[in-house]
């Protein structure tokens, strides 16, 4: 079993924030395709990490998790390259770990 998580950021490149209905667009999305969806997006989580290793970059964001019996590089490689234009971003982190119910 894995647990895949999407950092979804709150604010584009420009600092504009994205609209609500991105979000529920993508939670409907995952919810189809894999029957359900955890959201944690009553505090933002906050990201900081340095630009050409000299400038401080500032980010929020909310992070949805799924659960999958098989992990689909390709169709997360895709996805993740969907929701990079999608959210206008250079880059988004998709992340999977494998875990056991217990």
Same mark, same amino acid.
């Given at each position: 079993? &894995?647990?895949?998580?999407? /950092?979804?950021? /709150? &604010?584009?490149?420009?600092?504009? %924030?994205?609209?609500? %209905?991105?979000? #529920?667009?993508?939670? @409907?999305? /995952?919810?189809?395709?894999?029957?359900?969806?955890?959201? &944690?997006?009553?505090?933002? #989580?906050?990201?900081?990490?340095?630009?050409?290793?000299?400038?401080? *970059?500032? @980010?929020?964001?909310?992070?949805?998790?799924?659960? %999958?019996? %098989?992990?689909?590089?390709?169709?997360? #490689?895709?996805?993740?390259?969907?929701?990079?234009?999608?959210?206008?971003?250079?880059?988004? *982190? *998709?992340?999977?770990?494998?875990?056991?119910? /217990?």
């Amino acid at each position: 079993m &894995y647990m895949i998580q999407l /950092l979804l950021p /709150l &604010y584009d490149n420009d600092g504009q %924030a994205l609209p609500k %209905a991105l979000f #529920a667009e993508v939670r @409907d999305e /995952l919810v189809e395709r894999f029957g359900g969806l955890t959201a &944690y997006t009553q505090a933002p #989580a906050s990201g900081v990490w340095l630009e050409d290793d000299e400038h401080p *970059v500032h @980010d929020e964001s909310v992070i949805y998790e799924v659960m %999958a019996p %098989a992990l689909e590089h390709g169709w997360w #490689a895709d996805y993740r390259a969907a929701l990079e234009r999608r959210f206008r971003q250079e880059e988004m *982190v *998709v992340r999977a770990q494998e875990i056991t119910l /217990l």
